[in-house]
């Protein structure tokens, strides 16, 4: 114990610490090797990050009640802890799979970025004050503006990082103001006394909607949800491979954890009005990200539409705004999170040995490398909503919540839309599976990095599919956190 | 604790599967003997469960539960009961059969037998399963590999259209129904998925009547009822041989039996209140199918649309919703799947051969392969309800049940007796006798031994049944006895 800094303050924020340790070292390794071991530095970021997963499971764990700590800076319960264990892993994952690429694998600050913005998204999803939650925003993402145009020759991918820095920029201004007008109206920036004053009836509550609303710019920003996507589709397509797979799923997942919090823990007052707004939102981008997806040619694009869609279904269970609904939208991010890596990770591995993101290029992969069609398939699937994979579960479970909450017109909206979504993951398959190509007989081999990782998402895809009351029983935890 | 049989049946199919990943692809015997010796395992089972199965007792039997996900109230709950018996054995002759009709494949065949037996593990769990989401937890497990297996080894004309389009129309209704499906878990207010618990939730009459529709025909859609039976002929003419005994032979029941499990047992009153008017639609599949399947030119057509045909015989006993019509239905289901397999199987080798299916082009198989034109015939027989066959046993109760509930409508679709004789006979004729056109004199081979134990099996189980009704008619009553009692004993 230092002055008055207890070690349950140090424990709270362990990962954090442990995260800003680690992209230390890796920025020591990165001067001390040499050009030839510096790959090395792939392996030492997703060690370190299954070392550090390890030990805030062993170490870390919150208790029941959500705690507020660091002058009510942080807030330390089981919906932050499910989170960061989620952006870590996801970031682990992120790492093996950068490694192997040229120009991205070799980069100390490739890693050190990563972590940086890791450690951003640790801080969003356990943020209790206005000022954390903007700082912690803007942590996770000028690392990721970086991230996204990293290769700096690739015309494509400084586009993608220069958009997402200007749509970013912009979003995160307009929560800002949002973020301030809440300020000069409550006098405080920390969350328990908003929920107080605004509980008091102290000021209007057309006021707080309209601030609410522009915060909400911001975070249909962060989860890419429509009318905010605008940047998806370029950046994910211009991006390396890798760094579009960790803003697809650890990215967006932190954006759901504000949106939570703020939106349930902050402003129960409000709940009412969001219903309709958030589903409306769930509406249009289920729809829209759907239907856009129909036509894409790129598998990059596909998948941005495709990652634009879940956001609609995970809004479901937001809007359904109950305990099983946020615990659905909990348990869907996890599927989703372990799901779309591993499809980021197969087209990483794929254009590696190929070079191309085309859907019609990846004709004939079955007969190529069955493993990795294999592989295809289960994420793909599990993507639609298939059983006994991840995907049907989650699916089943926001449903579920919005009828429960009487709101079955938007879980019929949701099915009908799964039923899009089939339909293109399908076509995808049957590139894969039934079109014959030149390259048939030349193989797509898996280096050990891409070994490792898919198959840790691949068999947790299936293990989520079919024994999930240990990640259910997670999920309501970190519910119950909010309530 | 009793010996957990019908988990071993379910999981049998997909545990194959898993070890067949295991066989480098190009050794391709290594692969069919496993695949045949998995599914000679789980025929044996299914038919041990089947023979074992206490008629005089009824009920669910073979029960297992354990708990799956507790807090929701989801169990890994199966169970056979007297309906669901004879569909557990029809699925592993089916599968037997299937794995013996494809020796022949050799494209990618551990893929090919991969996703069948995974197809396989969906059907079983159907049929066997007590909990409302493990149902559709299976049903869709049965779907999806649908897809893969038309539009890669299907017919290379259609396979791409068809597949898509059995798979959508397939989706669209399980998801429908499976919205369904989590209003009756929350209006129960049981908070449990188990199926004989929900039984007795006693749904307002509103709530049945209003749900009753979606629930019913999202899984009637695989049951191929008008008029969504679209994807049906066209996905059966696509798929390859296997894949069309599978689908018309045992998925099709799969629609039909969650049907009655879901729609029918869960929610008596919506069904006393809208299968006066779904029985018309049945009607319009009984005899309009007949009628299209006459019509047809492409012996695989024809099959195809005898199938849409038969299976409205099943729906119309089960909208009877008298004893005779659920207790012909249940037979109905058995022995269509049997028939229809057998029916797929004798197209998928007359075509290997002739590489044509259209009718007038083919003539005189008999003389090259007599053991498939007999049992063709037999089949055909069992098509058109001879006495002695199984589609006598089936569809003189249907027709009995019909006759008590609305005589016209009995008339009515007994004219579809005559339209199938005339189809089948018509058939017959012209494949399997007449002259052989001078193209394919001398280079007709009979089949191969493999493919003859497959159809001696079918055609003795659809002898058996019909010789000696006593072998499934007091089982599947008991499962009746189950079914009536929750209609109140109608």
Known sequence: ?483 | MQFPILSIIVFTPITAAVLLQLIPSERMTEIRVTALAAAFFAMFLSAWVYFSYDAGAGGYQFVEKYDWLPVLGISYHVGVDGISAPLVLLTGVVMFTGVLISWGIDDRPREFFTFLFILATGVFGVFVALDLFGLFFFYEIAVFPMYLLIAIWGWKVTREYAAMKLTLYLFIGSVIALVGGLAMYFASGLNTFDMLALENANFSREFQIFWFPFVFFGFAVLGGIFPFHNWSPDGHVAAPTAVSMFHAGVLMKLGAFAALRVGIMLLPEGAQFHLPWIILLALVNVVYGAYIAMVQTDFKYVIGFSSVSHMGLVMIGFATLTREGFIGAGVQMFSHGIMTALFFAVVGMVYDRAHTREIPELGGFARAMPLVAVAFIIGGLVSMGMPGFSGFIAEFPIFMGLWNYRPWIAIVAAISIVITASYIIRIIGSVFFGDMPEQFVGHIGDVTALDKVALVVLCVIMVSVGVYPSVMVPIVESGVNGVLALLGGV
């Open chain 1, 1 to 483: 114990m230092i002055g008055n800094v207890t070690t349950e303050m140090i424990l709270a924020i362990l990962p954090e610490i442990s995260l800003l340790i680690l992209a230390g070292i890796v920025l020591l390794m990165d001067v001390l090797w040499d050009e030839e071991r510096r790959r090395g530095l792939g392996w030492l970021t997703a060690a370190g990050l299954g070392a550090i997963l390890v030990i805030s499971l062993a170490a870390a764990q919150p208790g029941a009640e959500s705690v507020r700590m660091w002058g009510g800076m942080i807030r330390h319960d089981w919906l932050s802890f499910v989170f960061k264990m989620l952006f870590i892993f996801g970031a682990g994952v992120t790492a093996l799979f950068a490694m192997e690429m040229r120009e991205l694998g070799r980069r100390g600050e490739f890693y050190l970025l990563l972590l940086v913005s890791t450690i951003g998204m640790s801080l969003m999803a356990s943020a209790g004050d206005l000022i954390m939650l903007y700082l912690s925003i803007e942590t996770t993402s000028i690392p990721l503006y970086i991230l996204a145009g990293f290769f700096k020759r690739d015309n494509k991918s400084t586009e993608a990082g220069f958009k997402y820095l200007l749509f970013g920029a912009l979003t995160s201004t307009v929560m800002l103001y949002g973020f301030s007008l809440l300020y000069g109206f409550a006098g405080t920036t920390d969350f328990t006394q908003l929920t107080q004053i605004v509980l008091d009836g102290e000021l209007p509550l057309s006021l707080v909607l309209g601030a609410l609303l522009l915060v909400l710019v911001g975070f249909g920003f962060k989860v890419s949800v429509v009318p905010f996507h605008f940047w998806a589709p370029d950046v994910y397509e211009g991006a390396p491979t890798p760094v579009a797979g960790f803003l697809s799923t650890a990215s967006k997942a932190a954006g759901f954890a504000v949106l939570m919090r703020v939106l349930i823990e902050a402003f129960p007052v409000a709940v009412p009005y969001w219903t309709a707004i958030l589903a409306a939102l769930s509406t249009a981008s289920m729809t829209l990200g759907n239907a856009l997806a129909l036509a894409q040619h790129n598998i990059k694009r596909l998948l941005a539409y495709s990652s634009i869609a879940h956001a609609g279904y995970a809004l479901i269970g937001v809007a359904a705004v109950s305990a099983l609904g946020i615990t659905s939208v909990v348990f869907y991010l996890l599927v989703y999170v372990i799901t779309n890596l591993a499809a980021f990770g197969i087209v990483s591995a794929f254009s590696r040995v190929s070079g191309s993101d085309e859907i019609a290029d990846y004709a004939g992969l079955s007969r190529r490398s069955p493993g990795l069609a294999l592989m295809m398939l289960i994420a793909f699937l599990s993507l639609a909503g298939m059983p006994p994979l991840g995907g049907f579960v989650a699916k089943v479970f926001v449903f579920a919540a919005a009828v429960q909450q009487e709101l079955v017109w938007l879980a019929m909206v949701g099915v009908l839309n799964s039923i899009v979504g089939l339909y293109y993951y399908l076509i995808v398959l049957k590139v894969v599976y039934l079109y014959r190509s030149e390259d048939e007989d030349k193989p797509v081999p898996l280096t050990r990095p891409y070994a490792l990782a898919l198959v840790i998402l691949i068999a947790g895809v299936i293990l989520i599919g079919t024994i999930f009351a240990p990640w259910f029983s997670w999920s309501e935890v970190a519910s119950a956190a909010l309530f």
